[in-house]
């Protein structure tokens, strides 16, 4: 089993839609939570970092975290077309990292 | 901004060739890391540094070697290039809660 795991997707959906991006991680004594977005071609950039269970909000974004049942989630409200990229969930200080999630945003 | 320079951007390089990749700082980070990144893996640690000439491995550091004579620089150097290396290179320092990755080394070897 990898230590982080996401749907390596692709997701789409509907400009203005709500994007739904999940990881699960196998390490139950992590502390720290990473969100990243790569478009194609570049390099990773943060997004956003949560270390509490609950919501954490960001302009469009949310991270959620469920450390009892081991998820992080990012919601990405009133999706745009230039959200359409690569999303990478990272875990710990030490950045494992899962595969990413390729979500692309229609028009 | 953490002012992270990698370079080359692009090599090609033949099977069993040193090559040496570089990653420059200029923000005076502690710890500096290089990733490789390919489809279906993500992104995964080579090795990584926290101070001048103090290194250590990560999860796929096989076939890598790295040096740090001074703070600014972090050298990948791959002794002989195999074609299982052929991957995209990213160097990371950690700031801000998380980490800021350079623009990569798209490294093909053939």
């Known amino acids: 089993q990898k230590e982080v795991e996401q749907n390596s997707g692709p997701l789409s959906v509907p400009e203005g839609a709500i994007a739904s991006l999940n990881c699960t991680y196998s390490?139950?004594?992590?502390?720290?939570f990473f969100w990243y977005r790569q478009y194609s071609g570049k390099s990773p950039e943060l997004i956003m970092f949560?270390?509490?269970?609950g919501d954490k909000e960001d302009g469009r974004f949310t991270a959620q975290l469920n450390k009892a049942s081991q998820y992080v989630s990012l919601l990405i409200r009133d999706s745009q077309p230039s959200d359409s990229a690569t999303y990478l969930c990272a875990v710990n200080y030490d950045m494992r990292f899962g595969a990413g999630t390729r979500l692309t945003v229609k028009p | 901004d953490a002012g992270i320079t990698q370079s080359p951007r692009h090599k090609v390089t033949e099977t069993g060739t040193p090559v040496t990749l570089r990653c420059h700082q200029t923000?005076?980070?502690?710890?500096m890391y290089w990733y490789r990144q390919d489809p279906g893996h993500g992104l995964r640690l080579i090795h990584y540094s926290y101070g001048v000439k103090d290194t250590d491995k990560g999860e796929v550091s096989d076939g890598y070697s790295v040096s740090r004579s001074k703070t600014e620089d972090f050298l990948l150097t791959l002794e002989s290039a195999t074609s299982s290396q052929t991957s995209v290179y990213f160097c990371?320092?950690?700031?801000?809660?998380?980490?800021?990755f350079g623009s990569g080394t798209r490294l093909t070897v053939v």
């Open positions: 990371a320092i950690s700031e801000k809660g998380g980490y800021t």
């Open positions: 923000e005076n980070h502690r710890y």
């Open positions: 949560i270390y509490s269970n």
């Open positions: 390490d139950r004594g992590s502390q720290s």
